[in-house]
């Protein structure tokens, strides 16, 4: 399922999420810029250095260049398509939870859930070497937010081979989402497949999200509207 738009009032430009967006592509158009001025040869060594590699991590804790690794990688993507993916699910719902956190707060719960998503990822995969890149961990914290803050919100989403464009409860759409990452994930384990899509990573940043957020509401740092 695709989502076109979600139906959770703003009040407020989601200043950060655009700058957020606008990060995320200007990095990954400098990735396009090495690999065509370049090719692989550039390109790979800027990914390697800068993807979080959870073996690499591990083997050198004393490292600062390697605790960098685990803010880096959230801005880094692999194509088109994971970049473009990402930026349209951080669109649909992050204006929702900025709106509601508020710019500078919606920035530190963004890293934080980037952070829990790579923090599971690498317990369940220590010894992984492929590096792991993408804002994907830190959205699902966004859409772990979003399922707390707008229960009652509606996503008009693309169902393929069914209609064209129908209204779904967000509850129902991001619960089919969680419901996904968790089978791909637990499919991933048992396979021992050390590579593809970082699995646990969502699931990570999806609990993070909630978890954070719940902090945040009982804080009193959530708005109302």
């Given amino acids: 399922m695709i989502p076109f738009m ?26 396009v810029w090495l690999a065509q001025t370049g090719g692989p040869r550039v390109l790979v060594p800027f990914i390697e250095e800068h993807a979080l590699v959870p073996a690499r991590l591990l083997a050198h804790l004393d490292d600062g260049e390697q605790w960098l690794t685990l803010f880096t990688h959230m801005f880094l993507h692999g194509g088109l398509a994971h970049v473009l993916g990402n930026m349209w699910f951080l669109w649909i719902f992050g204006g929702g939870v900025e709106n509601r956190l508020g710019p500078f707060r919606f920035l ?3 890293l934080l859930a980037g952070l829990g998503a790579a923090a599971l990822q690498i317990i369940v995969g220590p010894m992984a070497t492929v590096p792991m890149l993408g804002a994907s961990g830190a959205i699902s914290g966004v859409i772990g937010a979003y399922l707390v803050l ?11 081979w069914i209609v064209p464009i129908v209204p779904v409860p967000a509850v129902v759409f991001l619960v089919m989402w969680v ?3 968790a089978f ?5 384990l048992a396979s021992g ?3 593809g899509i970082a699995w646990w990573a969502h699931a990570g940043g999806f609990i993070t999200g909630i978890g954070l957020v719940l902090r945040a509401k009982s804080a009193g740092w959530v708005r109302r509207k």
């Fill in 6 to 31: 979600d139906t959770a009032a703003q009040k407020r430009t989601p200043v950060l999420t655009r700058l957020l967006i606008v990060v995320n592509l200007a990095v990954f158009a400098w990735e």
């Fill in 108 to 110: 530190a719960f963004y």
């Fill in 150 to 160: 707008f229960p009652g919100a509606w996503v008009w989403t693309l169902v393929p």
């Fill in 179 to 181: 419901v996904l990452q």
């Fill in 184 to 188: 791909n994930g637990i499919g991933a």
């Fill in 193 to 195: 497949v050390d590579g």
